[in-house]
Structure formats: C-alpha cells, structure tokens
C-alpha cells in the first residue's frame, strides 16, 4: 500500500529516523499537486511534536516530517509532547503531555530559563510562549508549565548536531 515502505537499514540512526517519520500523503490525506504552502508551513502547533528541520527537500518538503525527541500520539491519535508543571512559580517533577489544543490554553517557560536549588524562578519575568503560542516576558508565578529539555523542539537526528543552535540553517539540513 501507499502507507507502507521498506525500513531504511544502512545505520540505526537512519533506521530510528525511518520508524518516526510522519506523512500528510497517502489514503485520506493531501497530494503532492495540491499541497499549498500554508500545509507546508512550519506552525507553532509543531512545537515539540514534529521537527522544523528534518524534512525532506523537492516536491515532498513539509509534507513528509519526524516526530520531535520527545513526542508521542495520544489515545486518540494527536501528537502530544511533555512539559513540567509549575505551581506558584516553582518548577515541579511532575511530568504531563499536553495536545496542541490543550498547550494553547497555559504560559510555558522555555527549558533554558534560569532556576535556584529549589526550582523556583530566579529571574523577575521570564521568556514563554504565551496562550496562542505568542512569546513574551511573563512573572514567575504566571507561569503553568516549563519544556521539558531545550531539545524538544528537534527530531533525533537533528538533536545529534552539534551546537545546533549556532549552525546556519542550511548546514543544519
């Protein structure tokens, strides 16, 4: 069938990439013709559930993607990504996915935001993505959840480039 492909075995870097690939294609899906750019389009609902640069280059670009590091399908079969909880402004261990949906209702701290021993705040506001996915600087104690790694938002095998954050866009492809 059109969903199904013989496993990319030449390394198991390309054999797990192979096993998280994602595709709008196929059965009940877009066609390559009629795929405008706005389905192509990086969107902020990707956040940590699909990878904004691994993707294949030519007629396929946006349509096949790679699930983020951490992402994972709920019960009904939206990707979902991890976050911490903050309580009062301190960071707790407790771990929950949250769907797209879900995500736009709370303000999340990025991963990299600076905290003391006690896993509070150290800063007076913080950098978050606010409700609708909008950045901006928010208080401690306005604050819902927190990324869970500052690698979230990558699949594995661009979370394997180093310094990634410091290479062109290009080379990072």
Known sequence: SQLSQFMDQNNPLSEVTHKRRISALGPGGLTR?????????????????????????????????????????????????????VVDGQVTEDIEY???????????????????????????????????????LYRPEDIHYMDVSPQQMVSVAAALIPFLEHDDANRAL
């Open 33 to 85: 013709e009629r795929a405008g750019f706005e389905v192509r389009d990086v969107h902020n609902t990707h956040y940590g559930r699909v990878c904004p640069i691994e993707t294949p280059e030519g007629p396929n670009i946006g349509l096949i993607n790679s699930l983020s590091v951490y992402a994972r399908t709920n019960s009904y079969g939206f990707l979902e990504t991890p976050y911490r909880k």
């Open 98 to 136: 949250l769907s797209a949906i879900e995500e736009s209702q709370y303000v999340i701290a990025q991963a990299n935001a600076n905290l003391d021993e006690k896993l509070r705040f150290t800063d007076t506001y913080v950098t978050a993505r606010g409700e609708h996915g909008e950045s901006g």
